[in-house]
């Protein structure tokens, strides 16, 4: 008989009811069965029931004796049901609960009399045990901490604020009871809340663990409340577990600070809040900015502090009914169609409750005229708004927008779907539109009020702590949970690194100041030149006078850069269809072809993509696509093309520049991925790996994931084809292998440590059973809230490409640190955050950090530093381009070649 159930105490005991001992028929019938019953198969759990279940794994697998067994006293046992507890069959203690709850069953066999049956002993010995686990001490794991010694000290502050603790106070964990018990929720709070005079009116309960800020008097409260539903009486029973850790405590305490966000009376928008009160217009393009912040509160290497960060929200000060009204004018035949293109998936906001909706559908067929029942009668939208916020609503034939939202149901397991419809007239749209992002005016205004120095940055700062000190109501919901809020920013030593050498071709070494070299780019030979000995040119024939300037441009204009072009074979195309395009590359491209330069009148994405699929599949031959627009200009049309003659030299296996980094035979690989959040199409990940010592040569992989899979299935043949690669190039496997991935947030790191890594180690043992190269793999996060400020006199500024920080703002049980990878001259620049999640190598962290910066000046499509390492970069471009318009995995003969530059 195989019993399965829960884990623990009660799962066993319930086994022990449905089981029956054939060999003690002959005994007291109301004696509980042998647990050790031969025929008795038992699921083992976890804790104090796996603890009393070990020993049916006996090794040598024989059933205890069902008999009475005297004790060493003399006196009986606890009867046969209790025999299976005794010393020879327990099993040696080992830790946690479970140990303990072994020597108090011990001790019970010694004291119990024989009439006690199996069960109250072990109740017994469990009162006991929660005695002892009352005020149960947690010990803190120590802290990882891993700083540099390179580089000059500079004075930063970042945009964090220190949260004390009143030592006195804290997060204290009980368990409430309920006898008789109670199953009703709702009931439960309401028994509870009866006695606020000794529990108090600041606490967190869930219905039977409870959180307190104090503690009680007795470790061990019993209350009676009164049941108003029959005036019965309810012992409810508060027992002590534990005072929480700090790093425990951190889910309530941003709770905290959204009930502060509410009583300061801002906005909530997804994660940030957002102060209606303060609304910055722009009239222009009838728009206005929300002025909001972002808050988390977190435990780092130097304490629990809050990370506040200033944010903003663009709104249009149009309604949904005003873009409604102007798609219906432009195109009355596709109407819905561009309604529906031009508000799925947007979000707005309805002003007179400041909620924000996304717009999952156009209910056309339904108007404000429609009903809906509530409170069992048919309501009309217009009586409702009219009757619930006074809004009387002046189209009375507009079509209604649905928004669905997954909400938790108290008492449900599963989230249900909630569904909201909105009336046009009285919803806002929010954020960015792609309309607006490609209008440059439009984002020049915007960005004279989004892009935020670090003086106003703190300012900002200052004012939050200034508002919430000022509310009572705020202050007293930090103080009721013994936390005080600093006024000042975090002031830390930070480590400035001294500029890097760029190397180009004939030896020529240039000192890169504050990450920018770009005035060296086109005037010094290239690293690795290839020569444009054999290319094509395509364009429409009203792009003639274009075509032919850039031939003579590139031509003329390439020899400082060490680059001889030869003249390329030219074809004309009457029109600019897309299967003109197709047909014609088709028929041209031929193994001979270095590459092809397509120059195309308008910027077309389904054209684009046209291309890419023909030439990165198909018929695989790198492709230089130009905007004929950009060429336009001929004062500015030299250096554009100086540019696309760099880009074309690396998409056909040359190099710009490189960078000196002394490590010998390492691979270093880069690891990104791609989803398209509208179409919802198949995710795509890339993955780069280092082919040469100057790590100037690279090899892409790219792998069709499923929708919205984060991690990389097809990781460790991507690793094999690249370790391939390197072997045929080298004569050699590399020794060590670093592993830059991008694109992975806290909550998967442990899937990442857990998955990637183990899928990284697999694949060197495929590539050869004896083949172990040391790992280190580095987690790079770029969309963080963490800002850092250089103090410079009585302001601030941004600091300088190579600044470091690996302290107190640092994540307590984690190796990580903080990069400054480039030059801002607006705006606040962001850090880029890494995150070493293994490590065979054993690097020092001065090595890892100097390492990882230098890798910031290898993306050839930038001449300075970028915000992640160039490997990174490289997998975000292929990611992107297989991901948007070539659809599947690029053909192996371009492995070798930055073709999606």
Known sequence: MSIRGGSGRGAFLRSLQGSTDESSKDTDSHTKPSVLDSGLGLSKGAGRGRFLLEKTDDSDNTPASVTNTPSHDGSSS??????????????????????????????????????????EAVESATEELEEINIGA?????????????KGRPVNIAANYIRLNTDPDKGVFEYEVRFAPAIHSLQLRYKLLNQHRDTIGNTRTFDGSVLYLPFLLPDSRTMLISNNDNDNSKVTVTIIFKKKKLLKDCIHLYNVLFERIMKILKLVRFGRKNFDPTAPKPIPQHKLEIWPGYVTAVDEYEDGVMLCLDVSHRLLCTETVLDILTHAYVSDKNNFQQK?????????????????TYRIDDILFNESPQSTFTMSGKDVSYMEYYKN?????????????????????????????????????????????????????????????????????????????CKNLNASKEATDVLKNWGLTLETNPLKLSGRQLEDEEILFGRGKTIIAERGDFNKYCCNNQLFKVINLTNWMVIHTKRDMKCAQNFI???MTNSAPMGLKVNTPKVEVLNDDKNEQYVQLLRRVVNPSLQIIVIICPSSRDDRYAAIKKVCCGELPIPTQVINSRTLANEAKSRSIIAKIALQMNCKIGGSLWSIKIPLKNVMICGIDTYHDTKKKDNSVGAFIASLNGTYTEWYSRAVIQSQKEELINGLAQALISALHAYKQRNEALPDKIIIYRDGVGDGQLKMVSEYELPQLVKACTLQNPDYKPQFTFIVVQKRINTRLFLAKGNGYDNPAPGCIIDHSITRRFLYDFFLVPQNVRQGTVTPTHFIVLHDDNNYSPDVLQRLTYKMCFL???????????????????????????????????????????
């Open 78 to 119: 606890l009867s046969h049901a209790t025999s299976g507890i005794e010393a020879s069959f327990l099993p040696k203690p080992t830790s946690g609960r479970g140990k303990i709850l072994h020597l108090l069953l011990e001790e019970k066999q010694k004291t119990l009399s024989s009439n006690v049956c199996f069960e």
């Open 137 to 149: 001490v947690e010990t803190e794991q120590d802290p990882v901490i891993r700083r540099g010694t």
């Open 339 to 355: 309604a529906m293109e031009a508000l799925l998936g947007q979000v707005v906001l309805t002003r007179y409750n400041n909620k």
């Open 388 to 464: 619930h916020y006074n809004i009387d609503l002046a189209d009375t034939k507009q079509p209604l927008l649905l928004s669905r939202e997954e909400r938790r149901v108290s008492g449900k397991p599963d989230k249900e779907t909630i569904t909201f419809c909105l009336i046009p007239e009285i919803c806002y749209l929010t954020g960015i539109t792609d309309a607006l992002r490609s209008d440059l005016k439009v984002m020049r205004d915007i960005a004279t009020i989004t892009r935020v120095t670090p003086n106003q940055r703190v300012d900002a700062m200052n004012t939050f």
């Open 552 to 554: 003579e441009t590139i």
């Open 859 to 901: 993306y050839y499509n930038w001449p300075g530093t970028v915000r992640v390492p160039a490997c990174c970069q490289y997998a975000h471009k292929l990611a992107f381009l297989v991901g948007q318009s070539v659809k599947k995995p690029p053909a192996e003969m371009l492995a070798d070649k930055l073709y999606y530059l």
